[in-house]
């Protein structure tokens, strides 16, 4: 799933050289396919502003690095969908509530700028739960309440930011919550198929009623672990504009990786390309 230069031109970026401007600067995405999404659109848009630049990718594991080698500009995705330290053991996967890896917190402390992002994942049951066992303090469990296993992690992810990432030198984002589409009657489509064929996004006269159904249980947990931090993380609040683009998804047009209609991720060109306005936004005026 890395971007592929065939669709770069596609991409357009406004606005001031971002590249001179964040110079010998390393920018990290930390999170999931979501977080995916919007690491490839960024790339994709930063390169049509600079389309001869030369440029390199690496790929390891869980990790791919795109560099702009002129102005030695890194922008890195980091596969991370939890955030706490999920550990394999002899008795399955174990995913800890109050630890955050080594490897991580490493390569969190070498980055300039900081995006993170943590939720689809979290709601995953069955085969597709990415974790056997939950450790919460001195207890292990199978399982819990998914809501109060993501508010200790991402207070678990709060603390050691502020406890460890230098704000004098380092930016640091929390993406919100992404929303998914999944039920066409939500939006007053009773004969739709999820996501699919849909071709314009909601429309105004439905958006207050459309928000009533759709908040996101998560999105009231960011919003409170940011606000009670010290230190200035900012959160990219995305999470109504995106409510509204049911057509965004690629649907039926899938990749291979996911199986079904994928009313989650978004197309690229698209949504994330606005997501990324916003952060570019931020990051302009962070580096004037």
């Not at 401007?21 to 390169?47: A, E, P, V, Y």
């Not at 008795?91 to 080594?102: A, E, K, T």
């Not at 939720?119 to 998914?146: A, N």
Request: aromatic letters at 12%; charged letters at 25%.
């Amino acid at each position: 799933m890395n971007p592929r230069i065939s669709h770069i031109y596609s991409c357009r970026f406004s606005g001031k050289d971002l590249l001179e401007r964040m110079r010998n600067k390393r920018i990290t995405f930390i999170g999931d396919s979501i977080s995916l999404n919007q690491w490839q659109s960024f790339i994709c848009m930063l390169h049509s502003h600079h389309p001869h630049a030369a440029f390199t990718q690496d790929n390891g594991h869980g990790f791919t690095q795109f560099t702009f080698l002129n102005h030695n500009v890194s922008v890195g995705f980091s596969w991370n969908a939890l955030l706490v330290e999920k550990e394999s053991t002899s008795y399955g996967m174990v995913l800890n509530l109050g630890s955050i890896s080594d490897f991580d917190a490493n390569m969190w402390r070498h980055s300039d700028v900081l995006i993170f992002n943590s939720w689809l994942w979290w709601l995953h049951s069955g085969s597709h739960r990415p974790w056997d066992f939950i450790v919460d303090g001195d207890d292990l469990q199978k399982d819990m309440d998914r809501l109060v296993a993501y508010e200790k992690a991402l207070s678990t992810w709060a603390h050691w930011v502020q406890n460890n990432i230098d704000f004098d030198k380092t930016l640091v984002f929390f993406r919100g919550d992404s929303p998914r589409h999944p039920n066409a009657s939500e939006w007053g489509n009773n004969d739709g198929k999820q996501c699919s064929e849909e071709r314009e996004p909601i429309e105004v006269r439905e958006v207050n009623e459309y928000r009533e159904l759709k908040k996101p249980a998560g999105e009231g947990i960011v919003e409170r672990i940011v606000r009670k931090m010290r230190k200035p993380v900012r959160l990219l609040d995305i999470t109504r504009l995106s409510e509204l683009r049911k057509d965004g998804h690629p649907g039926a047009y899938a990749s291979s990786h996911h199986q079904g209609m994928d009313c989650s991720h978004w197309c690229v060109p698209g949504v994330p390309d606005t997501w990324n306005h916003l952060f570019y936004a931020e990051l302009i005026r962070a580096y004037v």
